[in-house]
């Protein structure tokens, strides 16, 4: 079994993204007291977890943090876990964010893994989408991370903004080549319940992408960075080389235990998942009494395993793993599901050997409904 | 024995709405067959599905003891009747048990084409008509157009009618008092020969069937071997009694009483609304006039949406049967959906109805072929076939002629939607109409239809063109030439036996094309392209596609993301066992469904 990683939730933000439905609050007056708490959080689990080797800070906005306040976090982590000295430690951070000091303490603090938060180059796109930076920004917080000496480091890109279509999404993207991430990832803007977002597009203040125009999206987005020498290896990731595919989100869809620390986050270990308090107000109010904040948590019965395990494996390019599919749920599926497999792989939707069964990129354009097949 | 002179028979009818249950409830509450502790709305609607809907689907009846204001106590047996024209024999024949009728009508609405409709059928039976205005409470409520509407459509005198609020309780004791004073007493000879009338039976597991009767002459107790004159059956009487809340034994039923009788019927098909019972030993000369054979006039299949689950609906239907004696039933199987059942309704009403308490009572989830009526087809060789199901429809070049089931329909409206109306009837074939106007701005059109056209969306399109303003009525007629042709629906090229369709063939691109949309909207898009196409025999008439998923992720999945996104995928996945795989394409219940529904909204 791998080792598990470790999330911890920074929410807190300067101001809030419309599309944007990860808890946070631009309330910051009680980042201290959260701080501690998350430290104590950690603490608490101190006896179930033992070693990290990976760590994610991500938010809200982790790079609203100071360095002294990461210190304390990191800090907190050597004390109550094991981290050995390969692990994997990324932290968000918006462009807008950070001088070229500020970046230099975070190599200091041990962090090695940089995550940017770039979304677009176009300040028109950057302005629908609320962000506080322009693309300028970006250029100079990419500067920074290379001269910081950071050598791994992903950018955030979004997709499907009105107004944008396939010429000047294949700019950015250029743009994005340009610069030589290590690591890419591109999301279709998707519209969140319960987001401003989805509350004026309801209002029909604007139109996305539809079906079609998605998929030309998805598969331009998919021809050009492989192109480029990005590997596709998640339906919305890419990466340069095996080694600098995201750590940490592979535990995601492999149902490697994680622990999450902060208000709303998530954790998953032995078929148990469980969540946060999504307010700051309930998540203090536990701590200070000593207790986990655990607002809710569930016990997956094996059905729902083996329906995760689809969705997120098939989510990959590697796909399901066959053997390990079997050992767990006891069907050989390119024996039972034959026909099925037959004609999805004659469809050009899936490869099939005797090992794996992976989506084609086509196949990743549709692995919600490929899981539901299966 | 109880003195016919204090027994009234009476039942109470109306315009659907028009408070006909709430009303029944109130005399029964007043009369204290039931005390306020155990009150429960619309007593006698004791199935869900009628409390729900607000219908009255069986007949039912009950004995109110009422002390009236001359001092002697009565025994009131009111007979509630089904509301809805699907069930205007089974009225008949409640109404043929009955000496008078109170004829409810809503003081906002006024009259509508059903209060004419059971005005005429009281009128056959020669039975006092009382008149009661009913929702006088309501702030629309316009008594003054009513009472000159009983005057004018009704040809009744106007110093009958009574006003009541039943939802208020108001004018209760005023019709007690009336059915006593003025509906006259049954009369009947208890020293001649047994004759009763049966007007409706349902099914005890403990004891079979319940017959409900009312003795016409004669008398009848326990230990009587009885015979049914139509059906030809004895049995022997094991109880006889009255209906209060629950049943009353009693020693016997004489002439004029209203109760029922059990005696060992098995099943509830074994008896027959409108039959006669009489002594074997002792018959009466001639049955009661008024018999007719209950015929279903609507038919559809239905399958198990799971093959497995075939036997189930077989016990379902079993046990559905024996207490609804006008569904029948035989086995069927489709090419595209399996093993199922060739059923046939009274009308679409009671389809929906059987459909839905099979759903909810018998936990089945049913689909449904599209229902249809039962065309006379003469073959070359004179053949004459009655064709209720398209799968049994013989080749088009074997066929001399065609015909289809006509109906009279008699709708009412305000004269305002004359012209929308009009034109509905039209498109749906309508011809010989009459035009009446029987008050002023008050428009009653009679047409003649095919029964086909009104199954599918008539009664719905009706409504939303008069703007709920117009009533419905109508009755079967004969049947008539019709240029008929089946349709059949091709999913991915393989025939969906079950959307097969028998229809006009002027109808046949349009019913082929709205069938081929609606299950366009219905199919989810699945991982390839699905063809939906309608055709006459080899000739494709209308086409149409549902284009394949091109893209379905979520862009991010990460921790907090993932029990989310199970739960969203286990909601679809739940949705798709609920649907029927026809060659490599899932079809929901709901597509079957969408294809009988109407097209104007």
């Not at chain 1, 809030?16 to 708490?37: M, Q």
């Not at chain 1, 176009?122 to 990419?142: I, M, P, V």
């Not at chain 1, 279509?165 to 340009?178: F, G, I, M, P, T």
């Not at chain 2, 004759?195 to 319940?210: C, K, M, N």
Request: glycine residues 6%; charged residues 25%; aromatic residues 8%.
């Amino acid at each position: 079994m791998n080792l598990p990683g470790l999330y911890i939730h920074i929410p807190f933000c300067k101001t809030k993204c419309p599309y944007c439905h990860f808890y946070s609050t631009t309330d910051i007056t009680s980042v201290d007291v959260v701080i501690a708490s998350i430290v104590r959080e950690m603490e608490l689990y101190a006896g179930e977890f033992d070693t990290f080797d990976t760590i994610y800070i991500g938010g809200g906005t982790p790079s609203l943090l100071t360095v002294q306040q990461l210190d304390v976090i990191l800090s907190g982590v050597h004390k109550h876990f094991l981290v050995p000295p390969d692990a994997e430690i990324t932290i968000e951070v918006n462009p807008a964010d950070g001088d070229l000091a500020w970046y230099r303490s975070l190599k200091d603090l041990g962090v090695n893994r940089l995550h940017l938060g770039v979304q677009s180059f176009s300040d028109q796109a950057l302005t629908f989408l609320g962000r506080r930076h322009r693309a300028d920004d970006a250029f100079a917080a990419l500067d920074n991370t290379v001269r910081a000496g950071f050598d791994n480091f992903g950018l955030d890109l979004i997709y499907g903004i009105p107004g944008q279509d396939l010429q000047s999404w294949r700019k950015s993207l250029a743009c994005a080549v340009s610069l030589s991430p290590p690591h890419l990832s591109a999301y279709q803007l998707a519209i969140e319940e319960d987001t401003p977002l989805c509350h004026s597009y309801r209002r029909g203040s604007f139109d996305i992408p539809d079906e079609d125009a998605s998929l030309s999206f998805f598969l331009e987005t998919s021809a050009y960075l492989e192109r480029s020498g990005y590997h596709h290896y998640e339906v919305s990731n890419y990466a340069a080389s095996t080694s600098r595919k995201s750590r940490h989100n592979q535990k995601y869809w492999d149902h490697t235990p994680y622990l999450g620390i902060g208000p709303g986050a998530h954790s998953f270990k032995e078929g148990k998942r469980w969540w946060n308090h999504r307010s700051i107000e309930g998540y203090l109010k536990d701590l200070a009494l000593e207790t986990t904040p655990v607002a809710g948590d569930e016990t997956l019965s094996r059905e729902e395993l083996r329906l995760e395990t689809l969705f997120m494996s098939l989510r990959t390019a590697a796909g399901i793993d066959l053997a390990a599919f079997r050992l767990k749920f006891g069907e050989d599926l390119p024996k039972e599901r034959h026909a099925i497999i037959q004609s999805l792989v004659d469809r050009g939707f899936i490869v099939v050997n005797d090992e794996r069964i992976s989506p084609t990129t086509r196949g990743l354009a549709v692995a919600d409904q490929l899981a539901l097949i299966f | 024995m109880s003195n016919m002179d204090y027994i009234r028979n009476f039942s109470i009818i109306a315009h659907i709405d028009h408070g006909k249950s709430t009303l029944a409830d109130r005399l029964i509450q007043h009369t204290g067959g039931c005390d306020a502790r155990n009150f429960q709305d619309q007593i006698l609607d004791n199935m869900d599905i009628e409390r729900e809907r607000g219908i009255t689907i069986k007949s039912q009846a009950i004995s109110l003891p009422y002390t009236a204001r001359d001092g002697n106590t009565y025994n009131l047996n009111l007979i509630d009747t089904p509301g809805h024209v699907d069930f205007s024999y089974e009225v008949s024949r409640s109404l043929a048990s009955c000496e008078g009728v109170l004829l409810l009508i809503d003081a906002a609405q006024g009259v509508q084409a059903q209060t004419l409709a059971n005005l005429y059928l009281a009128m056959e039976h020669d039975l006092e008509i009382i008149p009661v205005i009913n929702k006088i409470d309501l702030p629309s409520a316009d008594v003054e157009r009513v009472i000159e509407q009983i005057d004018s459509e009704l040809g009744l005198d106007t110093d009958t009618h009574l006003k009541c609020s039943a939802k208020e309780g108001t004018g209760i004791e005023d019709i007690l008092e009336a059915i006593v004073q003025r509906i006259p007493p049954p009369t009947g000879t208890p020293e001649a020969p047994l004759s009763a009338l049966i007007f409706d039976a349902q099914y005890d597991s403990f004891r079979g069937t319940v017959i409900h009767c009312r003795i016409m002459d004669g008398v009848v107790q326990s230990g009587d071997i009885i015979r049914f004159m139509y059906g030809g059956a004895t049995y022997k009487v094991e109880e006889v009694g009255h209906f209060l809340l629950s049943r009353q034994k009693r020693e016997r039923l004489s002439a004029g009483e209203v109760g029922y009788i059990i005696a060992g019927v098995k099943t509830i098909s074994d008896v027959r609304t409108g039959d006669t019972i009489t002594l074997e030993n002792r018959p009466c000369d001639k049955p009661l006039p008024g018999f007719k054979e209950v015929k279903p006039v609507v038919f559809a299949s239905i399958y198990p949406i799971a093959s497995d689950d075939y036997e189930d609906l077989a016990v379902a239907l079993e046990k559905y049967k024996l207490n609804d004696a006008s569904f029948v039933y035989e086995k069927d199987a489709s090419v595209a959906l399996g093993q199922g059942f060739r059923c046939g309704f009274l009308g679409l009403l009671h389809l929906d109805i059987v459909q839905e308490r099979l759903e909810r009572e018998y936990d089945q989830s049913l689909i449904l072929s599209v229902p249809s009526v039962r065309f006379r087809l003469t073959l070359k060789d004179d053949t004459v076939l009655y064709v209720d199901n398209p799968s049994h429809y013989p080749p088009q070049m074997d066929i001399a002629k065609g015909e289809e089931p006509y109906i009279r329909a008699a709708m009412m409206m305000p004269e305002r939607y004359l012209g929308a109306v009009m034109k509905l009837c039209q498109e749906k074939r309508g011809m010989n109409s009459s035009l009446s106007y029987p008050g002023p701005g008050r428009a009653e059109l009679i047409y003649e239809m095919p029964l086909s056209e009104v199954i599918y969306d008539f009664y719905d399109r009706f409504k939303s063109v008069s703007q709920g303003y117009g009533s419905f009525d109508y009755e079967l007629i004969d049947f008539r030439d019709s240029n008929l042709v089946l349709v059949d629906i091709l999913v991915n090229g393989e025939k969906v036996d079950a959307l097969s369709q028998i229809v006009h063939r002027d109808r046949a691109r349009a019913c082929g094309l709205q069938a081929c949309e609606r299950l366009k909207e219905e199919i989810p898009k699945q991982m390839f392209k699905i063809a939906l196409q309608a055709a006459i025999g080899g000739e494709i008439i209308a086409r149409t596609t549902i284009s394949a998923f091109r893209k379905d992720v979520t862009a991010k999945c990460y921790g907090g993301d993932i029990s989310r996104k199970r739960k969203l995928l286990e909601k679809q996945k739940k949705g798709k066992k609920r649907m029927k795989m026809i060659g490599n394409v899932s079809i929901p219940q709901s597509a079957f469904l969408a294809v009988l529904k109407s097209d104007t909204d």
